[in-house]
């Protein structure tokens, strides 16, 4: 079983980022912009092809899936952007 507290760090650590760093940024855009950082950070391995045909045609420039991110990774990533200036 998965220890629950997990679930209070992780959103503790993602309200210090947004109220820190970027509360210029809506919420969905903070968890996009996380999604697609830490993709970035980890050579593009959650970048998931190919994409539907809808997404082909509008705007979506990849697909992240993160479905799999084990929540200690999670957190770690989160703690890394925190303590970056």
């Given amino acids: 079983m998965r220890n629950p507290e997990r679930i209070s760090n992780i959103t503790r650590l993602i309200q210090e ?5 970027y509360t210029d940024l809506r919420y ?5 912009f996380l999604s ?4 970035k950070r980890n050579n593009n391995n959650n970048i998931k092809y190919p994409l539907t045909k809808q997404e082909q045609t509008s705007s979506y420039k990849q697909k ?3 479905f799999d991110l084990e929540d200690d990774v999670l957190e770690g990533f989160l703690i890394t ?3 970056e200036k």
């Fill in 17 to 21: 980022l947004w109220m820190d760093k």
């Fill in 28 to 32: 969905f855009q903070l968890i996009s």
């Fill in 36 to 39: 697609q950082e830490y993709t």
């Fill in 64 to 66: 992240i899936d993160l």
């Fill in 81 to 83: 952007l925190l303590n």
